[in-house]
């Protein structure tokens, strides 16, 4: 059902904030302005939207996924005009948040891994696992360390570490199974393909066929347009370096 302004008083604040929060989401600018103007003391909490009891988010950061996604380069031709349609929408909506925040970063070095729970993401601070065992048991097959901690680091999206190793000549597209995807890279891009093709691109289109007259899950959203950006930025981060650098895509210690 379309979310009913006239009855928002009868919510909790979160419940309130769900219709700024879609309207956001699809780059429905003319929705959150009117938002702003109808609710300026919800509109004031859009920076403390809670995920669940525990976590908030601040709605704004929405639009920088958007940004990440729909001007990656990765697009097929048949799929242009709908992305730059999108493309349109969100650079509208971005120019909204600088001018309202009066700075060009209003959601600059967004941290993934504080909401590592919403998304695939490892805990950020267990630095011994791979593909579900211990780094030491690669170890003793022949693998880098250096390797394994790339793999680990990537799947705790810790982008700092990823950038300092892949500086280091760590590869990421070194198997450690003889599946031909447990490296580093199709770790990252199997994810960032499924939650492109199966679950964000759906939504999109649906939305723009239906718009509000439907039900909405505001957390199964923020877990896909979550994901979808940060395994797209941690794709980009490990395919900017050389992956042959240093020796062959099966990479051991001699």
């Known amino acids: ?81 709908f992305v730059n349609k999108q493309r349109f929408r969100t650079e509208q909506m971005s120019a909204f948040w600088r001018e309202e925040s009066g700075s060009n970063t209003f959601c600059n070095n967004f941290k993934y891994n504080a909401y590592w729970e919403y998304f695939f993401c490892d805990d950020p601070n267990d630095f011994e696992e791979i593909t579900l065992e211990p780094i030491s048991s690669y170890l003793e097959k022949g693998f880098r360390e250096i390797d394994l901690r790339l793999y680990n680091c990537a799947q705790c999206f810790d982008f700092k570490e990823v950038s300092r190793l892949l500086d280091q000549g760590a590869q990421a597209d070194v198997h450690f199974e003889l599946d031909g995807h447990s490296s580093t890279k199709s770790r990252i891009s199997d994810e960032y393909s499924y939650l492109e093709t199966c679950h964000f691109l759906p939504e999109v289109e649906h939305f723009n066929k239906v718009g509000y007259n439907q039900k909405f899950d505001a957390q199964y959203q923020f877990r896909t347009i979550l994901g979808l950006a940060a395994h797209i930025e941690m794709y980009n981060l490990l395919t900017s370096f050389d992956s042959n650098r240093v020796g062959s895509a099966d990479n051991r210690n001699p």
């Open 1 to 81: 059902m379309p979310f009913s302004w006239n009855q928002i008083s009868e919510k909790t604040d979160n419940d309130k904030l769900e219709p700024l929060f879609i309207a956001i989401l699809f780059n429905d600018l003319e929705r959150v302005k009117a938002f702003k103007n109808d609710h300026p003391d919800l509109y004031a909490k859009m920076g403390e939207f809670k995920i669940d009891e525990r976590v908030t988010f601040n709605l704004s950061c929405l639009t920088t996924f958007n940004e990440i996604i729909w001007f990656n380069g990765n697009w097929s031709i048949g799929r242009l005009p």
